[in-house]
């Protein structure tokens, strides 16, 4: 119980970003966020039984999290023999 309470806390340099703020840097509707909220597929708080902040440090993993490396190809010849 004692890893779960270390693992909660918040820094206290961590910005919380509102709604509207979390959607603005992602680039997308506010409705994102919240669906994201919704779904418990990014950490917030919670203020109160309506108002939700979101950690800078939280949308910054998200987005680590869905970042897909390029693929390279070697040693592939142009022309492929029949």
Do not use: W
């Not at 909660?8 to 509207?20: F, G, I, K």
């Not at 994201?36 to 939280?58: C, D, M, N, T, W």
């Amino acid at each position: 119980m004692t890893e779960r309470k270390d693992m909660m806390r918040l820094d206290p340099d961590d910005r919380l970003l509102t709604v509207a703020e979390a959607a603005e840097l992602l680039n997308t509707s506010p409705r994102f966020p919240r669906r994201l909220i919704e779904e418990r597929r990014i950490r917030f708080v919670r203020y109160g039984k309506r108002h939700v902040r979101i950690p800078e440090s939280a949308l910054r993993e998200f987005i680590a999290a869905g970042l897909v490396e390029p693929v390279t190809v070697r040693g592939r010849s142009r022309g492929r023999a029949a």
